[in-house]
């Protein structure tokens, strides 16, 4: 049974400080109108874990070295701090997780990693998916990972600790740790001890998600859904079977996706992340997993059930008023944690096939912000001379296994643990040596510059690439912006600054002070 520190939640409405923003600089290509007042709708995007280098390996790989992903051809482009903070202090802390760097663009402050929503001393604060829910505007939280995982979680829940996502209640997953080792004290507010899918089952903050994470919930959560009146797309169990929820659990598909309609819809498409692209096209016609929507469609579809609105809470052919949609491609990060490079470069092609989704419809709508960027960079990514070799010295590598989605997995399983081992720097990591599980070396890839007959995992192939490590690093992240208002993003920013600018966008005023 799960343990519920609280029944019902309301939503804050609760403005919060951010950095003067600074001066800001467009580049050359034309925009649509450059007025704040334009805007309607804002879509603000993110890459999990994409760095520049991602982002330029994923440039070479699909496009060529003088080609463009859809994101890079947004008129403005800057770049992104994005260090966290210590806890209980403002000491900075260089190196941000998601739950960290997601509350920061939610809600305009700074706070340790593993918080959601709440700042560094543990105080709630409000989020920007909160407020615009709560002045009229249609509201959505799209993502290819659990949507009770940290970064779609940052928009619509709070917690101490990221880990709180349910379905069942743990000192271990929602209490922070004494320096002693032991837990801390519950708070006050035990909304900040409630699982996040609890919270996400009736808060009613965004009108439509999508994403994985069914495990995460309850047959009692469909049934709060529901009496809000949500269209839930395939069955969180059989709430006269407790015990067999799993069993009874039934994931939403892309057909069930393409016939919803409903003014709020839910639909969680894995028990756990979704099957990131690359294995997915390679199983069988008939696997689960085929029947996962990409992120694009996804974004699509969400654009067209906030801008359906007709006889909802507003007419968007008589309002100004429209919606805030957050869409995360999760599995870049994922996969860049497991060093799978292969893995990576599709996931940030699926994640710019959503980009243009989101893309196409505001160049049409044209009032209309998109926004793409990532909350930090992750395992060092690097595109290294052809012929070289780095990374041997790695005592412990990556584990490269999903073990909430085994559709996931990198083939071969590369050990997690063992000494030093020459063979690691041997050969090519995808090529004749992938079947060495110690193998450490370059993965390398054909691009379209190479001649015919070039092959992925081969010597000749022009792409090379490693990692440095299997977390995040404290790398500055980019930044694209298409619509009205979006010169304000083409700057040197701090990740704060992102939640103040797109409030601006969505309100035209500041955030209060708080």
Not at 355 to 377: C, N, P, W
């Amino acid at each position: 049974m799960r343990r519920r520190p609280l029944k019902t939640l309301t939503v804050l409405a609760i403005a919060s400080s951010v950095a003067a923003g600074t001066a800001v600089t467009a580049n050359s290509a034309p925009q649509q109108s450059d007025s704040r007042q334009d805007v309607r709708n804002v879509i603000y995007l993110l890459g999990d874990g994409m760095g520049r280098t991602h982002v330029t390996a994923a440039r070479d790989r699909f496009m060529g070295a003088g080609g463009k992903l859809t994101m890079e051809t947004l008129p403005n482009t800057g770049a992104v701090a994005t260090y966290a903070v210590e806890k209980n202090s403002a000491k900075p802390a260089l190196v941000t997780d998601s739950a960290s760097s997601a509350t920061a663009w939610s809600s305009g402050v700074k706070t340790y990693n593993a918080a959601i929503g709440v700042d560094s001393y543990e105080k709630k604060v409000g989020t920007l998916m909160e407020q615009a829910h709560a002045a009229g505007f249609a509201t959505g939280n799209v993502s290819t990972a659990e949507i009770t995982d940290a970064t779609p979680a940052a928009q619509f829940s709070h917690a101490l600790l990221r880990g709180c996502q349910g379905p069942t209640y743990s000192d271990a997953a929602c209490l922070p740790k004494k320096d002693d080792g032991s837990y801390e004290a519950a708070p006050a507010d035990k909304t900040l001890i409630t699982p996040i899918a609890e919270q996400i089952a009736r808060n009613g903050t965004a009108d439509v998600i999508l994403g994985g994470g069914l495990a995460r919930f309850e047959p009692d959560d469909q049934k709060a859904l529901q009496a809000q009146g949500y269209q839930v797309l395939g069955n969180f169990g059989d709430p006269k079977l407790p015990a067999q929820t799993a069993a009874s659990q039934k994931v939403a598909t892309k057909a069930d996706l393409d016939k919803a309609n409903g003014k709020k819809v839910i639909g969680l498409f894995n028990r756990g992340n979704l099957t990131v692209e690359h294995n997915k096209a390679a199983l069988p016609a008939d696997a689960a997993q085929k029947q996962e929507p990409s992120l694009a469609d996804m974004t699509r579809k969400s654009i067209q059930l906030l801008t359906d609105r007709k006889g909802g809470s507003y007419d968007r052919n008589k309002s100004k008023k429209g919606f805030f949609l957050q869409v995360e491609g999760a599995q870049i990060d994922k996969r860049s944690h497991a060093n799978d490079a292969a893995q990576t470069l599709d996931e940030i092609k699926a994640f710019d096939d959503a980009v243009k989704a989101a893309y196409e419809f505001a160049k049409k709508d044209g009032h209309t912000l998109v926004i793409v960027t990532a909350d930090h960079e992750c395992a060092g990514f690097n595109i290294i001379e052809k012929g070289t070799y780095t990374n041997a010295e790695a005592v412990a590598p990556p584990a490269n296994t999903d073990a909430g989605n085994t559709a996931n997995n990198s083939v071969p399983s590369r050990s997690a643990s063992g000494a030093k081992d020459p063979a690691r720097s041997s050969g090519i990591v995808n090529g004749a040596g992938s079947g060495d599980t110690k193998n450490f070396a370059p993965a390398t890839f054909r691009t379209p510059d190479d001649p015919a007959g070039v092959k992925d995992g081969s010597p000749e192939a022009s792409l090379w690439l490693t990692y440095l490590s299997g977390n995040h690093t404290g790398a500055d992240v980019p930044i694209f912006a298409y619509g009205p208002g979006g010169n304000a993003f083409a700057a040197s920013q701090i990740n704060t600054e992102l939640y103040g600018k797109m409030y601006r966008s969505l309100f035209g005023r500041s955030p209060q002070q708080h």
